[in-house]
């Protein structure tokens, strides 16, 4: 009986050395925070095709979530997101842009008059605010497994005449997803290109 609890000892030994060598191996390369968030950096790109896969309601109802959640300028939030989804819409839409196929589009706007203004130059940080919203939008769509492209060749001019709810605003971008086509809707060669960390930051 003893050489079994023995040995039974021993394989537990063997089995908890064995997680805590695992574990080592999982220890990634970052000391602070997630290494989730940082593989979500690493892993989105621009998606240049999509197919017609269907986005989850509740992954959009995520992605949304995440864009209501971005600060903004004095918490003002002049910034407004139209979800372009429905076949009617789509169409209205692609008479002025393809969007690259996506099954989905989160239309960015944002109002002047609403934002905050620094008063030493009166830059308007309405833009800013907007940029951030669309950045939440593109990194929790990452996070939820879907392909995505922040789309900026556009008239807004074209945009407000197509989708006339969005004309009380300037529209700042637009962002596609969905799930990425078969052969199109891979990285290009760009997608790794990034300064060294050097030439991006200046310690003063």
Not at 4 to 18: E, V
Not at 115 to 142: F, P, Q, S, Y
Request: aromatic share 6%.
């Amino acid at each position: 009986m003893k050489k079994i609890i023995g040995r039974l000892s021993d394989i537990s030994r063997i089995t908890h050395r064995a997680a805590f060598s695992d574990m080592e191996q999982k220890i990634k390369k970052h000391k602070y925070g997630s290494d989730a968030f940082m593989n979500i950096l690493e892993s989105r790109y621009s998606c240049h095709s999509f197919n017609n896969y269907p986005v989850s309601a509740s992954k959009l109802e995520m992605i949304l979530e995440a864009g209501r959640l971005a600060p903004s300028a004095k918490n003002l939030q002049p910034t407004r997101v139209w979800v372009v989804k429905s076949e009617e819409a789509l169409a209205r839409l692609h008479k002025v842009h393809d969007c690259y196929g996506a099954p989905v589009v989160l239309i960015v706007g944002c109002r002047n008059e609403e934002a905050w203004v620094r008063e030493c130059d009166g830059i308007n940080a309405a833009k800013t605010d907007a940029a951030i919203v669309l950045t939440h939008l593109m990194l929790t769509a990452t996070d939820a497994g879907l392909a995505n492209m922040w789309i900026w060749d556009f008239d807004p001019r074209k945009i407000r005449e197509v989708l006339p709810e969005t004309r009380d605003h300037g529209i700042y971008g637009m962002l596609a997803i969905g799930h990425p086509s078969s052969v199109e809707g891979k990285p290009t060669e760009l997608h790794d290109q990034r300064k060294p960390i050097e030439e991006f930051v200046t310690e003063l």
